[in-house]
């Protein structure tokens, strides 16, 4: 079983990710949580390359990609060892982060430079993405509570991140999802879990 927690920074999936690991474990299941990107030394690395501002955009994204092949077999090792397996992020993160926040990046990019680019890592992610045929989540729930932006934010609303979000889910998840959008629904994934029938042996 996969399970995949997606959202912005400070909604919440890493305390959820835990919390649900540490009540499977209680009732004895086999699991696992993958930390995304940091779960290996690549992942670390691009995660700390990505804080520095003057990287290029696009060659990032291009080292996200090759960290997705790595996650890919990641995941796959891991669908065989445990029973259950949950995503503190998966490669809906790499669309959001480095595909479609070109439109609300500051800078002085004009429309149609940011949708240039918007549309060259789209079709390199989308290439990656068909090779390696990553597993697809059993669900996926998507964190959308509002955050407070920080001062060195790179965005031109921190809350058009969590629109971005949603707006992504549509246009690249083929597999059930769902959006929580404030905290007593992030309070009760346990039951929407109960609800989709993944955990109905569980007390």
Do not use: W
């Not at 045929?133 to 669900?139: L, S, V």
């Amino acid at each position: 079983m996969l399970i995949a927690f997606e959202g912005p920074d400070g909604t919440g999936k890493t305390t959820i990710c835990d919390n649900i690991i540490s009540f499977l474990k209680e009732n004895e299941k086999k699991c696992v949580c993958i930390k995304s990107p940091s779960h290996t030394e690549l992942g670390n690395t691009i995660l700390k390359m990505s804080r520095k501002k003057e990287i290029n955009k696009l060659s990032l994204m291009m080292l996200y990609a090759a960290y997705t092949v790595e996650l890919t077999e990641h995941v796959n090792n891991a669908l065989k060892r445990y029973e259950i397996v949950l995503l503190d992020r998966y490669y809906l993160s790499n669309y959001m982060y480095n595909v479609f926040c070109e439109n609300i990046y500051k800078g002085n990019k004009s429309e149609q430079d940011k949708n240039y680019m918007l549309n060259v890592k789209k079709n390199i992610l989308d290439t990656v993405i068909s090779s390696v045929k990553p597993k697809k989540p059993d669900i996926t729930f998507i964190f959308t509570v509002p955050i407070v932006a920080k001062k060195d934010d790179i965005y031109l609303n921190i809350n058009d991140i969590v629109q971005n979000y949603i707006h992504v889910a549509k246009n690249v998840i083929d597999s059930p999802y769902r959006i929580l959008s404030n905290a007593k629904e992030i309070t009760d994934v346990k039951e929407f879990l109960k609800e989709y029938g993944i955990f109905h042996d569980v007390s």
